[in-house]
């Protein structure tokens, strides 16, 4: 078998990787830090009086309410419903934008006549939609799910338009100088080329399908994570909002970082 050779460095480029190495943990390290003294001043100014935990909650109450949904066999349910919604919202908002951002990179006479709606689209308060969407679509999960799409993929084919009309000129005038067409040129060039813009794109689309989804859930929904913190503000449970809303935030967290991770394997 053959040895793998080692890269020889520098003493100075050492210096520079223990540098960044050294930033890089003082950087996760002060965000953890970050987040214990949140929740620690939360919880303290809770038991305290100086706000009232009625109203605000606190770390432990909403510990407490986790732990009764999960006894209850609920948490779980409400979490896999939003977490679908959210998904497939999300994964159908990228195809369909990327596919959509295609057709205007392909056909400039396309783009310059729907770049207005486009812009127009994006504009519009999606909320306002959300009586059509019911008559439309009904009640069910399509219409939380057309609601995700809807709020994503406008941004999704603004964001991939750019990443692909921002490719190198040189190259693209090379490729027509060897007799590439549009096909080879999306493939062997425009794909590759965008790759960064694909990544951010996705990180854009994270966000928006998450608020798509409990938007959703706001309008038409029986179970799921925008339920739970629509009945829980009806009945003045603010204990299960902020809980509700805490899950929400470590599953956003959580989609992100995965999405942070393929960034760095495949960018790279």
Not at 125 to 149: R, S
Not at 230 to 255: E, H, P, R, S
């Amino acid at each position: 078998m053959k040895k793998k050779i080692k890269p020889e460095y520098s003493r100075e480029h050492i210096a520079y990787l223990k540098k960044q190495k050294k930033k890089k943990i003082t950087v996760t390290v002060s965000r953890c830090l970050l987040l214990v003294a949140i929740l620690g001043f939360w919880e303290l100014f809770a038991q305290l009086k100086v706000v009232n935990p009625f109203i605000t909650s606190s770390p432990s109450r909403v510990c407490t309410t986790i732990a009764s949904l999960y006894s209850d066999g609920s948490l779980f349910y409400h979490i896999g419903i939003t977490l679908m919604e959210t998904l497939v919202g999300f994964v159908l908002a990228i195809i369909l934008g990327y596919a959509v951002a295609v057709v205007l990179w392909a056909s400039e006479t396309v783009r310059k006549v729907l770049e207005p709606y486009i812009v127009v689209l994006n504009s519009l308060p999606k909320i306002a939609l959300g009586p059509l969407i019911i008559i439309w679509i009904g009640t069910g999960y399509d219409a939380i799910i057309f609601m995700t799409v809807l709020v994503s993929i406008i941004v999704c084919i603004m964001n991939m338009l750019s990443g692909f009309i921002a490719v190198d000129k040189t190259k693209l005038t090379l490729m027509k100088a060897m007799g590439a067409g549009k096909f080879t040129t999306l493939r062997k060039l425009i794909i590759p080329a965008s790759l960064p813009a694909l990544m951010n794109t996705l990180k854009v689309a994270v966000g928006l399908a998450w608020i798509g989804s409990i938007m959703g859930e706001y309008i038409v929904s029986k179970a799921g994570l925008g339920y739970l913190i629509v009945y829980g503000g009806q009945v003045f449970k603010l204990d299960l909002v902020m809980t509700a809303t805490f899950i929400l935030c470590l599953l956003a967290g959580g989609m992100y970082g995965i999405i942070a991770l393929v960034e760095k394997k495949v960018v790279r």
